[in-house]
């Protein structure tokens, strides 16, 4: 199975990340949350605070699910 990089929003209470999420090819973000444990990777992640400011930026991260609030593609802001 192979996989696609798919660009992601991810907000929770106290930060939004922008970065990437493997995805296996033909599932759907709701999918992979669903599969999901403890923990998600991120990568060519930015993380700034609600106030815009960048807080951090990696190659990778891990970002903790229970804390995730909003998950959403990229390209679906507008």
Known sequence: MSANRTRVI????????EGQIDLIQGARITD?????????????ATVANHS???????????????????ILPAESES
């Open 32 to 44: 992979f949350m669903n599969e999901a444990r403890k923990f998600m990777v991120v990568t060519d």
């Open 10 to 17: 991810i907000i929770t209470r106290d930060f939004r990340i």
């Open 52 to 70: 815009e400011k960048q807080v951090l930026r990696g190659d990778f991260i891990n970002v903790q699910v229970a804390n995730i609030e909003i």
